[in-house]
C-alpha cells in the first residue's frame, strides 16, 4: 500500500518536524539517526512516515510537538489503532527491516514500517512486539525482515481474531 501526501499533508509533516526538531534541541535531547540526514531530515521523513500510515490505516497520528521520553513512559506510539499503540518506522531504504530500539519495546503494542522518501511512502507490513524480539539483535535494535511483516489487513484480522 502506498500513499503520496497531500500538499496541505506535507506543510502539516513539515510544520511538526520543524517543532519537534528544535524543541529536542533546545532541550539537548540528540537524534538517534543511523544516516547522514540532518535532524531536520529524520523528523520530517519519520513524522510524514507516520502520517502516511495513519491515513493508509485510517486513524489519527499523534500531532505531539514537545518532548517525550520512552524511558519515562511517555511515549505511547505514534497512533492508536483498533485499541492498539502503534510506533511507525520510516526508512528512505527500499529494502529496510524494521529496526526497533531496546528502549522502544514496550512501548508500542505493535511496529510499522514505511519506506520511502517524502512525500511518497510505502506500508510494508506490522509486527507485534513479540514478534519484533524475535527478529535478530543488532547493536542496540531489534531488526525484524521485511518477510517476517504482515499486511495491515492480515494484522488487523488476526488481532480481531486474537480478541486484541
Known amino acids: 500500500m502506498e500513499y503520496t501526501l497531500t500538499e496541505s499533508e506535507q506543510l502539516i509533516a513539515k510544520f511538526v518536524a520543524e517543532t519537534r526538531t528544535a524543541n529536542?534541541?533546545?532541550?539537548?535531547?540528540?537524534?538517534?539517526?543511523?544516516?547522514?540526514?540532518?535532524?531536520?531530515?529524520?523528523d520530517l521523513q519519520g513524522f510524514a512516515g507516520e502520517l502516511a500510515f495513519c491515513r493508509l490505516a485510517n486513524v489519527f497520528p499523534d500531532l505531539t510537538v514537545h518532548n517525550r521520553s520512552a524511558a519515562k513512559g511517555q511515549d505511547n506510539g505514534d497512533c492508536i489503532l483498533n485499541g492498539l499503540r502503534i510506533d511507525v518506522k520510516t526508512s528512505k531504504r527500499p529494502d529496510?527491516?524494521?529496526?526497533?530500539?531496546?528502549?522502544?519495546?514496550?512501548?508500542?503494542?505493535?511496529?510499522?514500517?514505511?519506506?520511502?522518501?517524502?512525500?511518497?511512502?510505502?506500508?510494508?507490513?506490522?509486527?507485534?512486539?513479540?514478534?519484533v524480539i524475535k527478529g535478530r539483535l543488532h547493536?542496540?535494535?531489534?531488526?525484524?525482515?521485511?518477510?517476517?511483516?504482515?499486511?495491515?489487513?492480515?494484522?488487523q484480522v488476526d488481532r480481531y481474531f486474537q480478541g486484541s
Open 96 to 131: 529496510s527491516g524494521l529496526w526497533v530500539g531496546k528502549r522502544k519495546i514496550g512501548t508500542a503494542d505493535a511496529y510499522a514500517l514505511m519506506v520511502g522518501t517524502f512525500p511518497t511512502f510505502k506500508l510494508i507490513g506490522l509486527a507485534n512486539t513479540e514478534d
Open 139 to 155: 547493536n542496540d535494535s531489534w531488526v525484524l525482515p521485511q518477510d517476517k511483516l504482515v499486511s495491515l489487513a492480515a494484522w
Open 24 to 42: 529536542n534541541r533546545n532541550a539537548g535531547i540528540g537524534n538517534n539517526r543511523r544516516s547522514e540526514m540532518s535532524d531536520f531530515e529524520v
